[in-house]
C-alpha cells in the first residue's frame, strides 16, 4: 500500500506562481516513477509531469518552460513548481505513484488561476 498526500493548492491570479507538493509514504520502493496530472472541468485527466527515481522527466508540452518537477527520495516526496499560470491550468492536481500492477493517486488539490 502506497499514501500519496498533496499540499499547496490555491487560488492565484494569471502570471502568478504556486508550489505543489506531494507526500509519499507506505511501500515507496516499490515506486520508480512518479508524476502530477491534472483534470479541469468537464474534461479528462492529463498528465502534466513525470520524474523517475533517478531524476529522468518528462513534461506536457502545454506546461514546458513553465513547470518544474522535482522529487527529493530522502523525504519521499515530490513537488511541481509552477510559474506563469494561466487560466487554462485551472484544475485538480493529482500525485500519482505506480507500482508495476497498481497505480496508486493522491486526493488531489484544487488550482484556480483568475482575477
Known amino acids: 500500500q502506497v499514501q500519496l498526500v498533496e499540499s499547496g493548492g490555491g487560488l492565484v491570479q494569471p502570471g502568478g506562481s504556486l508550489r505543489l507538493s506531494c507526500a509519499a509514504s507506505?511501500?515507496?520502493?516499490?515506486?520508480?516513477?512518479m508524476g502530477w496530472y491534472r483534470q479541469a472541468n468537464g474534461k479528462l485527466r492529463e498528465m502534466v509531469a513525470q520524474?523517475?527515481?533517478?531524476?529522468?522527466?518528462n513534461y506536457s508540452s502545454s506546461v514546458k518552460g513553465r513547470f518544474t518537477i522535482s522529487r527529493d527520495n530522502a523525504k519521499s516526496e515530490i513537488y511541481l513548481q509552477m510559474n506563469n499560470l494561466t487560466a487554462e491550468d485551472t484544475a485538480v492536481y493529482y500525485c500519482?505513484?505506480?507500482?508495476?500492477?497498481?497505480?496508486?493517486w493522491g486526493q488531489g488539490t484544487q488550482v484556480t488561476v483568475s482575477s
Open positions: 500519482w505513484g505506480p507500482t508495476f500492477n497498481y497505480e496508486y
Open positions: 507506505g511501500s515507496i520502493n516499490s515506486i520508480n516513477v
Open positions: 520524474i523517475t527515481r533517478n531524476g529522468v522527466i
